[in-house]
C-alpha cells in the first residue's frame, strides 16, 4: 500500500497570503495525484488531478506541481472561501490512498 | 447536473447489517467508474471500494473485504453497498463518488452509518 503524507498537519494563515501543502508518497505514483479541499460537513471538492489539472470551475489562485513522489499544492493570495481541509489522494494503484489532511486555519 | 445521492444509513448494531444505494443522474452512467469513500467522525478520507463501469472489476479496502460488497444496475443508474458483520470502526459517513479516469471528480453528500449497541 502506498502511504500518501501530507505536510504540514495544520497551517495558520492570513487572507491574502501564499500557502504551499506538500504531499509525499512512499513510491512514485507518477503524476496520478489528485488534489481536494473539504469545508465542515460537506462533502470533498476535487481541486487538482493529473498532478497539475486544475478541474473546470476552481479559481486560478489554486495550481498543483509534481511527479513521482513528492508533490505540492499551492494557493495564491487566499480568500475567506479557501480555509478548510486539503486532501491528496494516489490513483497510481490500488488502494487509492488519501494523505492525513491539512488543516488551514484563519491566522 | 451530475447527482449522486446516497441513502440507507442509519444506526445497526455490532455484528449487523446494512445496504446502502446511491442513485447517479446526469451523466451516463454505465461509462462511468463508482467509488465508495468512508469518514470516521473527525478523522480523514479512507478510500472502501471500487467497481468498474461494466462490473469487470471490483476493489476492496483490507478493512472491508469479506464483509462488504460493491454492486451495481446500469439499467438503474445505481450502486451499491452491502456491509455485513459491521462493527464499530465502520461507523463513518460513507459517499459516494463517481470515478473518472482515476481521480474523483462528483461527490454525493454522504450517509451516516453508525455502528453501535
Known amino acids: 500500500e502506498i502511504q500518501m503524507t501530507q505536510s504540514p498537519s495544520n497551517l495558520s494563515a492570513s487572507v491574502g497570503d501564499r500557502v504551499t501543502i506538500t504531499c509525499r508518497a512512499s513510491?512514485?505514483?507518477?503524476?496520478?495525484l489528485a488534489w481536494y479541499q473539504q469545508k465542515p460537513g460537506k462533502a470533498p471538492k476535487l481541486l487538482i488531478y493529473k498532478a497539475s489539472s486544475l478541474e473546470t470551475g476552481v479559481p486560478s489562485r489554486f495550481s498543483g506541481s509534481g511527479s513521482g513522489t513528492e508533490f505540492t499544492l499551492t494557493i495564491t493570495t487566499l480568500q475567506p472561501d479557501d480555509f478548510a481541509t486539503y486532501y491528496c489522494?494516489?490513483?497510481?494503484?490500488?488502494?487509492?490512498?488519501f494523505g492525513q489532511g491539512t488543516k488551514l486555519e484563519i491566522k | 447536473e451530475v447527482q449522486v445521492v446516497e441513502s440507507g444509513g442509519g444506526l445497526v448494531k455490532p455484528g449487523g447489517s446494512l445496504r446502502l444505494s446511491c442513485a447517479a443522474s446526469g451523466f451516463p452512467f454505465s461509462s462511468f467508474s463508482m467509488n465508495w469513500v468512508r469518514q470516521a467522525p473527525g478523522k480523514g478520507l479512507e478510500w472502501v471500494s471500487s467497481?468498474?463501469?461494466?462490473?469487470?472489476?471490483?476493489y476492496y479496502a483490507d478493512s472491508v473485504r469479506g464483509r462488504f460488497t460493491v454492486s451495481r444496475d446500469n439499467a438503474k443508474n445505481s450502486l451499491y453497498l452491502q456491509m455485513n458483520s459491521l462493527r464499530a470502526e465502520d461507523t463513518a459517513v460513507y459517499y459516494c463518488?463517481?470515478?473518472?479516469?482515476?481521480?474523483?471528480?462528483?461527490w454525493g453528500q454522504g450517509t451516516l452509518v453508525t455502528v453501535s449497541s
Open positions: 463518488v463517481r470515478g473518472n479516469s482515476g481521480y474523483y471528480d462528483y
Open positions: 513510491q512514485s505514483v507518477s503524476w496520478w
Open positions: 489522494q494516489q490513483y497510481n494503484v490500488y488502494p487509492y490512498t
Open positions: 467497481i468498474t463501469s461494466s462490473s469487470s472489476y471490483i
